[in-house]
């Protein structure tokens, strides 16, 4: 065995590594939407829907900041970093977890045009970059924040597209594998609305490369062509596009030369309208084995663990920890490709080791175990993830050989994990 980088190793583990095992999904792929009602009694929060299980109904996630009247404001993007949702009403932004509801970060939108409202969000750098949509009638403007502080403080970024016949663009989406921006930008008809999307360069966010004309989706409803909110799946190339009620799935053939193809519609079988959009990505995780220390050493029961978001393309800030360790021992991380194995024992270890040796796995540490004695110290490998759609389904298995202070030969075992990956 010997060392690699991360990035290098799972390159070759995209080449070695055989079929994924299956495993229960921590969060399988889904809709993320800030929805509000309609009518005297106004209510806002954000659902869930899981759409490519036979169109289930969106679900009530986390109840959240006040509406505003205007039918284009609102937007909606994922943080993997910290399983959150960025929505907006419009006027503010609010980071919601998505698990306790708790708000991380809140604060008013910078709009360029006094006038505007927020239409769109989309999180760029693998979170790091907000990506802000503002719109009213006849234009659209793109700016960014730093995300990476609460407040986000706005960058010198800004652009803006003048449109006509009144047109509004409320829909934002992005695609980190091409870099791509997806602008939804609706035309009122003398019958309904038209909506083109236009994609372009994050670099160059307000010059289409080119732009598509969306099909209708769902029956006709008031406003049933304008679009309120995009969200991409980048490991699935698709592209979802809702006008509040219904949303659409469209497989990314070639954005950048615009072919795309409508291959789902369903209605969101809600009392609440979306009015933005994104994707929760899809991933799991599997204890495997139990923890084993040797007699020479404290008999903690250390764990494994996943920490930094989700385990998906594109997460800068993913990492796997040791924990209920030995206080100033020191540990090993082994990470391999593929389904954790039926274990191997060693002479040397006190139980057997679940990452297969066979290609070479990577190999990281010795890494400090610090913390109070006996058995709350803990260690920590960061493994930021390559944006890299090959990735996508990639399995793994990690494991951490810890080295207890004071013994000779004295090596413990953490339990492994199984891991796949999403997107």
């Known amino acids: 065995m010997h060392p690699l980088t991360f990035t290098s190793f799972l390159t070759a583990a995209i080449l070695f590594a055989g079929p994924a095992a299956p495993a229960q999904l921590v969060a399988?792929?889904?809709?993320?939407?800030?929805?509000e009602t309609t009518g005297p009694a106004l209510f806002q929060g954000v659902q869930l829907q899981d759409m490519e299980a036979n169109c289930q109904p969106a679900r009530i996630a986390c109840r959240s900041l006040l509406g505003n009247p205007l039918w284009y404001a609102g937007g909606t993007a994922y943080d993997l970093r910290h399983q959150s949702a960025w929505v907006s009403s419009?006027?503010?932004?609010?980071?919601?977890?998505?698990?306790?509801?708790?708000v991380r970060c809140q604060f008013t939108a910078q709009l360029m045009n006094s006038g505007a409202v927020v239409s769109g969000l989309a999180m760029l750098d693998g979170g790091r970059r907000l990506l802000q949509l503002e719109t009213m009638p006849g234009y659209f403007g793109l700016r960014s924040y730093d995300a990476t502080q609460c407040p986000p403080v706005p960058l010198r970024d800004g652009c803006a597209v003048q449109l006509g016949g009144g047109a509004v663009a409320a829909g934002l989406a992005y695609d980190p594998v091409l870099d791509l921006v997806f602008v939804a930008v609706s035309t009122p008809t003398p019958i309904d609305w038209a909506t083109d999307v236009l994609v372009a360069r994050s670099t160059d966010k307000c010059n289409a490369l080119c732009k598509f004309t969306l099909a209708r989706c769902g029956p006709f409803y008031p406003r049933s062509g304008a679009v309120t909110g995009l969200g991409l799946d980048p490991c699935r190339r698709l592209l979802y596009a809702t006008n509040g009620q219904h949303t659409q799935s469209l497989d990314l053939v070639d954005p950048l030369r615009c072919a795309v193809r409508q291959v789902g519609c369903c209605p969101t079988n809600s009392a609440w309208d979306f009015k933005g959009l994104d994707v929760v990505p899809g991933w799991s995780q599997?204890?495997?084995?139990?923890?084993?220390?040797?007699?020479?050493?404290?008999?903690?029961t250390m764990k494994a663990t996943l920490a930094g978001g989700d385990a998906v393309l594109g997460n800068p800030d993913f990492e796997v920890r040791l924990e209920q360790a030995h206080a100033g021992g020191r540990a090993v991380l082994v990470l391999a490709g593929g389904s954790c194995g039926s274990g191997q024992t060693f002479p040397f270890l006190c139980g057997p080791l679940y990452p297969t040796l066979a290609p070479a796995p990577y190999v990281s540490g010795p890494i400090p175990v610090q913390g109070p004695s006996p058995c709350g110290a803990s260690a920590v490998h960061p493994l930021p993830i390559p944006v890299d759609r090959s990735l996508c389904g990639l399995a793994l298995c990690m494991q951490w050989v810890v080295a207890c202070p004071g013994g000779v030969n004295a090596l413990g075992l953490s339990p492994a994990v199984h891991v796949t990956l999403g997107g």
Do not use: F, M
Not at 28 to 35: H, I, R, T
Not at 90 to 102: R, S, Y
């Open 28 to 35: 399988k792929p889904q809709l993320v939407a800030w929805s």
């Open 90 to 102: 419009g006027t503010a932004i609010h980071e919601i977890e998505l698990g306790p509801c708790t």
């Open 286 to 300: 599997q204890p495997v084995g139990t923890s084993c220390v040797p007699w020479q050493c404290q008999p903690c």
